[in-house]
């Protein structure tokens, strides 16, 4: 309901400025250090990617920016931490990065890493852009 109320207000702003808008919300996909399970790395960074959501106050106003997460996940797949590393420069599409990662169940740690590790890190760079 709320990308339709997204891609709504998208189609509002193109018309009131006679140019299409459009918004995108990606997570690039920084290089994974050898000792890092990719597909375990790869299947977080997915999760999160769906429930990122751009702010409407923000494709209002015209912000953009890119933020870097740092989450720290359990064995169990629980979410044991999750900070901002780098600012996207506003409030708004920073929480909303926040919001994504409370959403999804992460899975498990997989038995093929090592059962010495107890906690996992995740790293992701989110950016928000509008495009004319």
Known sequence: MTRIFLLLLAS???????EPVTTQVAIEQPAIAASKPRPYYRDVQNLVAKHVVYPPESLVAGEQGVCKLRLMLRR??????????QSSGFARLDEACIRAVYDPVFPAIPETIDAKVQEFFVDMPITFTLSP
């Open 12 to 18: 509002l702003l193109s018309s009131c400025t006679n």
């Open 76 to 85: 169990d797949g629980s979410l044991a931490n999750v900070e901002i590393s």
